[in-house]
């Protein structure tokens, strides 16, 4: 028995100074508080493309719609010529023309804005596709009582290394 009480207490005493000693050797990690990831958002544009029908007016060559004006002219010259005699059949026949050329001008114009053609065209826009990417941790961790923080490029997870009492907060290589 007496064999008993010495072997416990050598093994209590023992204990104690193993204990003793992991309190004061120095630590060999940080403890992890939390770790937040750092976000860039980057915005990758791309062009978005589709077909689109479009009436265009032929071009014009008569700009001045020259010949609507004429043959109009002469239209109504020879009309106006039919109505009255004497000196009122020239007035007739000088309104007439005015009239005629005047009327063929605007039917030519009508002509004109009329004479279209239809062509497909492709119509592109850039539309933008934003990516997130994880640049860095902010890491808030706890060593001897004390919260500090610091910026790393990768989670380190629960616990941060020490060498030399210093944080290693280089990547371990698996």
Excluded: W
Aim: glycine share 14%; hydrophobic share 30%.
């Amino acid at each position: 028995m007496f064999m008993g009480i010495v072997l416990g207490a050598g093994i209590a005493t023992a204990g104690g100074a193993i204990g003793g000693y992991q309190l004061l050797k120095d630590p060999d990690h940080a403890d992890v508080i939390s770790s937040t990831p750092i976000i860039k958002q980057t915005k990758i544009p791309h062009q978005e493309c589709h077909d689109e029908t479009v009436v265009k007016q032929k071009p014009v060559k008569d700009q001045n719609r020259i010949a609507g004006k004429v043959i109009g002219a002469v239209v109504g010259g020879a009309l106006g010529n039919q109505v009255g005699g004497g000196s009122g059949k020239k007035v007739a026949t000088v309104a007439g023309a005015v009239a005629g050329g005047y009327a063929g001008d605007k039917v030519q114009a009508n002509m004109q804005q009329n004479d279209t053609y239809t062509t497909v065209e492709q119509r592109c826009k850039t539309t933008y596709e934003t990516r997130e990417d994880i640049t860095g941790y902010d890491v808030v961790y706890r060593l001897d009582g004390k919260e500090s923080s610091i910026k790393m490029d990768y989670d380190p997870g629960t616990k941060i290394p020490l060498e030399n009492g210093k944080l290693v907060t280089a990547q371990p290589q698996h």
